[in-house]
């Protein structure tokens, strides 16, 4: 996988502390330790794109990029969201079930549905209308 590949899988804010931290090191001293300034930098972004996604970019210790992370916020840095959340639900007999879905968006959108003696609807798109960007 080339450079530019990979590069374009990523957000941009990781991408520049990526090339960042390449040039860093192609003209690092043998030895040398990351400067403070570039773990700053890491920090930053784990906590918009996660801790496990930001280490492995910039190949970097997992466990020292969180406690650095969550140590330069107020609050934890949280894991990456799930692209994908599987709701299960008991089979019914005779189509009578009732059923409460509370979702809670990252930017503070809330939707509550009671669904009552009909099957569940396509949560997905329902979900996505929450957690989707704002404005959109």
Not at 29 to 39: D, F, K, S, T, Y
Not at 66 to 77: E, I, N, Q, V
């Amino acid at each position: 996988m080339t450079m530019t590949t990979k590069l374009s899988t990523i957000p941009v804010d990781l991408q520049g502390v990526y090339r960042e931290f390449e040039r860093w090191r192609r003209t690092r001293p043998v030895g040398a330790c990351i400067p403070a300034a570039l773990w700053a930098s890491a920090a930053a972004v784990a906590c918009r794109h996660g801790i496990t996604r930001t280490a492995r970019t910039l190949h970097l210790e997992q466990r020292k990029l969180k406690a650095l992370a969550t140590a330069a916020t107020s609050t934890p840095c949280a894991q990456a969201p799930p692209s994908f959340v599987e709701l299960l639900t008991p089979q019914s007999t005779g189509g009578g079930g009732e059923c409460t879905v509370e979702i809670e968006g990252p930017h503070g959108g809330r939707l509550r549905m009671q669904f009552r003696g009909m099957p569940l609807p396509d949560l997905v798109a329902l979900s996505r209308a929450v957690w989707g960007p704002p404005g959109a």
